[in-house]
């Protein structure tokens, strides 16, 4: 996960920037919501930067279709030796479709090319959630905002971009205090974490992001200490993830879903 | 012989593997010349210059990566210094425009509206985003691909989308757009 980036040394815009990129380390990407609670300003500007992105993967896809393939190909060296090879897999087929649909140009986070790790991708999107809320304590969760305004302003947001039909209501777990809704990204897709805080056990988090590996049940499995349920619906992956035991954490997946499932 | 073998891999993954990538190579040269004849000169001397150092590319590696710098360091070194002049911004409207009627317009009308916001940003802003957002390089590879510390990837692209942020926000604002009906 490390880059050589310096987070020290960038600017307001570039840590936005490389926060929505993924290419922030998991330490200065905490220290950067951090002062997302802290600094209005910035927070301001990492809104302005998020809302206003450019999807661009499905424009240039459009653009291959204009390569003169043939004629580059006529003029390969040596082709006569390469032999027949298989036409190009279109990566990004998919994406691009998805976009399309989406509207090119207003809304979301940049997309970027899916790449082929893809596949790896949406299998490690727990392990790399897993990281992150390893670095989550008590301290993390304990100073946000309580106002119900600021959290439906926060819901919404991941609503939308999540697709989801979520609500403040919806997303309550008895017992449980609902602590944050925040998007992150992974490979360039957002990454939705509902953040709530178990007076018992500590930081728990459910976390959605896109998908279309189809439905699955709920699996239990263990990551750094802690326990995940994670299941799939048509559209998007599904994880709960905390220090709760297995059981717990199942009946509380077992209150989030059908609200999920929309 | 083993050195020798281990060059005949590498030159056959770079011929066989040029196939593959021409569609992507013209495409980044596009972006990069903004003029279609020289995009296709530019994929033209990149698949030479490949198969012609084919035995420095490590087989099993990104052959895309390697390509792209290839394609660059030749827009650099010879065709941008000799043959090219950059207009200031502005593409010809036929050389913005997605020729191929197979898309619906409305489709076109977008591709078109996000290529000429690219198309907009100087030119070191608009590889960079290129590579990040099209071809979905890392900062990394970025700065690999075109030989420029990382921190000069992560201005350029913050840059960028400040700039482009900007001109949507302004869009957004704008009362004469976003009808479609």
Redesign the interface.
């Known amino acids: 996960m490390s ?4 987070a020290t ?3 307001a ?2 840590l ?3 926060y929505l ?1 993924n ?1 922030l380390d998991a330490a200065a990407k905490l220290a950067v919501e951090d002062r997302l609670n802290r600094d209005a300003a910035f927070s301001k500007r990492f809104e ?2 998020a809302a ?9 896809s ?8 043939e ?3 006529a ?5 006569d ?3 027949q ?4 897999p279109n990566r990004r087929g998919f994406m691009a479709a998805a976009c ?1 649909i989406a ?4 809304g979301g986070c ?6 082929p790790d893809e596949a790896a991708s949406s299998r490690n999107w727990r392990a790399v959630v897993a990281d992150y809320m390893q670095l989550y304590s008590t301290d993390t969760l304990n100073n946000l905002s309580d106002d119900p305004a600021v959290r439906a302003d926060q819901i919404a947001r991941v609503a939308s971009v999540m697709q989801l039909p979520l609500t403040t209501q919806g997303l309550m777990i008895p017992g449980i205090p609902f602590k944050r809704a925040q998007l992150l990204t992974f490979d ?1 897709k957002p990454l939705a974490q509902i953040a709530y805080l178990d007076p018992k056990y500590g930081p728990l988090a459910l976390c959605v992001t896109h998908s279309s590996t189809g439905k699955s049940d709920f699996r239990n499995e263990r990551r750094l200490g802690m326990n995940v349920v994670f299941w799939a619906s048509t559209d998007h992956s599904f994880m709960v993830i905390g220090r709760n035991p297995p059981e717990e954490l199942h009946t509380i997946a077992g209150q989030l879903r059908p609200v999920l499932d929309g | 012989m083993i050195a020798d073998r281990k060059l005949h891999a590498a030159q056959q993954e770079v ?10 190579l ?2 980044y040269g ?1 972006v990069l010349s903004r003029q ?1 004849d020289v995009a ?1 000169d530019l ?2 001397a990149t ?2 210059r490949a ?1 012609e150092r084919a035995a420095q590319y490590t087989p099993g590696t990104r052959l895309d990566r390697w390509l792209f710098s290839i394609l660059h360091s030749i827009w650099i070194d010879e065709v941008r210094s000799r043959r090219i002049r950059l207009g200031g911004g502005i593409v010809d409207a036929d050389c913005a425009l ?3 009627g ?2 619906e317009s409305e ?2 009308l ?6 000429k ?2 198309d907009g940003l100087p030119e070191a802003q608009r590889n960079a ?2 590579l ?5 390089l ?3 590879e970025i700065a690999e691909v075109l030989d420029i510390p ?2 000069t990837v ?2 350029r ?3 960028a ?2 700039r ?3 001109i ?2 302004a ?2 604002e704008s009362p004469l757009r976003g009808r479609r009906d």
């Open positions: 880059t050589h980036l310096d040394s960038m600017s815009d570039e936005i920037i490389a990129d290419e302005f930067l206003n992105a450019v999807s661009m993967d499905a424009a240039f459009v653009l291959l279709d204009d390569a003169p393939v004629r580059m190909k003029k390969l060296p040596a082709l030796q390469v032999g090879s298989a036409a190009s399309l509207g090119a140009i207003v940049l997309v970027r090319l899916l790449s360039g | 011929q066989s593997g040029l196939v593959d990538h021409l569609k992507r013209w495409r596009y279609r296709e994929v033209q698949c030479l198969i997605i020729v191929d197979e898309y489709t076109r977008m591709a078109n509206q996000v290529l916001l690219v985003v290129f990040a957002y099209v071809e979905g890392s900062y990394k990382i921190g992560m201005s692209l913050a840059n989308r400040a482009l942020a900007d949507i926000a869009v957004k």
